[in-house]
């Protein structure tokens, strides 16, 4: 669930300070401001903050803050900057093997302009010096500024990003499945602190139990996939808090936020089409690009439990500027849409947005507004716990895309979870490695007070610990249970307001497929869960997205180069309004969801319409009485907070007045 917070700038355009001369530093901002432009972007390239003898980034900032604008500084190192390696200094490269390697035992490549280039892995300790070395320096630089003008970080934020793990995949496997690999740094360096991350993770007390040999079935030869996936997390995890530490030690920026930046550009899914289109000339893989923004979208990173705002990437260098205007104008709508509806948005290079028609760009703009004030919002019903973001998971993830494509998502945290409102459904990967702790968070994200209609996945495996097995157990030893065999066998039991289901894992490849549909949809109909509404034609997809509690929206999407005439099917009889407003100045009003129906519409199930090409068609729903199940169980979990709340201001209270009385102590005891 991302947070209710307003985002200004869904929309934000990159300027890439160090590009422009000084004497024209000026007239390019005021031309920003004459076109309704407040908020810029621009990357602190790492080569370039260690070598700013001319202070370009303080002049930059000076700037901004006389004109009175605001800005994101995106300090971590990123793929998609215009500066030679994206900004990485020139002896990284002079060290002996400083290249990551992806599963195949490549380097991995990034090709953009200016040039092509090799990541370095993260993980060697001359890449990890240096970079402390660039945040130190980084630091001193924001904070002596903050010191003696700390007018110019008045309206800056430092953005920190996930930086380039999600790119580390072989092209081989991402070209036929753009997350069908294992998504990690294979370099000698990485392998060394793999191990040593097994070892030590593995000898806790937990893995030990109930003797000290048990704890070798964790690190053999079978577990090194397993093992891998979430060791290349746990990197990334770490990266993006050591990052902040740093950034904060002696720099006075008021803002600081984390986000998921990604850039399609510079996927691996695109080095074969690239390669192609820089010999032949011809154009971009619009195809290609469009699937991996899906992909993309559908995993939510999280730093410190939280679920982080995704942003998309569009470079005015790399392929994306060989589409024709309507290919690049859907792919900023659809990306837009995707990300906007989470809290997120585009980062476009500015020159790029300016080629577009201004009709175009204020139709974009207007939505982008709905999108921050958060009057659109995408509300997942299913989430799917894996150990890595980036890496393949369990083919049960596929058969729940081919169901419920735009309303699911992938997460790598127990914590994300615990904090999840939306979702009813939860379901964990077979190859999720389980601790006591675990264990105990998602069964209490069932049971609790709030958990009214949710439903927890487990799978039946030999990846738990024995605490975790112990508590499990304890956990459904009163509850009531349910032996069910769908192809897929499993165990159904009521935990608190939710249900827990416990499956057994397929055996053999005969009818998995089958199974696992059926089982799907046997755990949909127990959550409650069922399209909004569907669409007779393959090649249009349907965006469904929230209207502040007023209802649905839905954006039927075309991809294609053609029009396409279909039909939207509904599983009740609904009326459907145009809400063409999203794309006007005046916005969206949420009463105007059912304002603009006909008065003399007769609702029905069934409508026919037409999707220009590369079009975005918005409609509102009303009548859908899917909304009804879905507010009612919306105001039960509301009703729960409430009630969580008042008991936890109760405890509180009984901590400072009763006196022996301490937190978790129950307080009728005290009056006995």
Partial sequence: MVGPEVNAHPIRLVVNYWEIPQSSLGARLEELLRNGISHVATFLPWQAVESDISHSLSRFLQAVSEREMSVSLIASPEVGVHYPNSGLPKDIFNKHDPAARHSRGGAVGVHLAPNSFALPSLLSSEFSKRYQNYLSRLDNLLGDMGRLQSQLLDEATVVLTGSYWKYMRAPQDSSMSIFGSICGDFSPSASLNFRQKVEQFYSQKEFLDPNPMAAQRWKTKNMEDINRRWFYQSCEDVFRA???????????????????????????????????????????????????????????????????????????????????????????????????????????????????????????????????????????????????????????????????????????????????????????????????????????????????????????????????????????????????????????????????????????????????????????SLANITHFCSVSDGRLRILPLHLNSAGLGIFIVNPSGRAVTADLIFPSEVNISDLGSLFSASGLAPQDISQKAPTDQVAASRYALEVPPYGVLPLGVAGLKMDEVRFEMHESQKAGDVTESLRSNVADAGVNELPGHSAGEDIGALWS
């Fill in 242 to 524: 050591r990052s902040s530490q740093f950034l904060t030690r002696k720099a006075r920026v008021r803002r600081m936020k984390h986000i998921e930046l990604f850039t399609p550009e510079a996927d691996p899914s695109l080095a074969y089409s690239t390669f192609v289109q820089a010999v032949s000339g011809g154009r971009a893989d619009f195809s290609r690009l469009n699937s991996i923004v899906d992909e993309a979208c559908r995993r939510s990173s999280n730093f410190d439990g939280e679920a982080l705002p995704p942003y998309m990437h569009w470079t005015g260098f790399g392929s994306f500027r060989t589409l024709n205007d309507s290919e690049k104008q859907f792919l900023i709508l659809k990306s837009l849409l995707l990300t906007g509806s989470q809290g997120g948005g585009i980062y476009l290079d500015d020159r790029e947005w300016f080629s577009l028609s201004p009709t175009f760009r204020n139709r974009a703009e207007n939505l982008a507004r709905s999108l921050g004030q958060r009057e659109l919002k995408a509300q997942p019903q299913v989430l799917y716990l894996a150990p890595s973001l980036w890496s393949k998971v369990d083919p049960l993830w596929d058969e729940i895309q081919k169901k419920l494509p735009e309303d699911s998502r992938i997460v790598s945290s127990v914590d994300r979870v615990q904090r999840e409102r939306d979702a009813n459904l939860v379901l964990v990967d077979p190859s999720f490695v389980m601790t006591r702790d675990q264990v105990s968070k998602l069964t209490g994200w069932v049971s609790s007070p709030q958990g009214q209609g949710r439903i927890l996945v487990m799978p039946r495996s030999q990846l738990y610990t024995e605490a975790a097995k112990a508590e499990l157990e304890q956990v459904i030893s009163k509850a009531e249970r349910l032996d069910v065999n769908l192809g897929i066998s499993y165990q159904l039991r009521t935990l608190g307001n939710g249900k827990l289901v416990i499956y057994d894992l397929p055996e053999g490849s005969e009818n998995k497929e089958s199974a696992w549909q059926i089982f799907l949809n046997s755990l949909f």
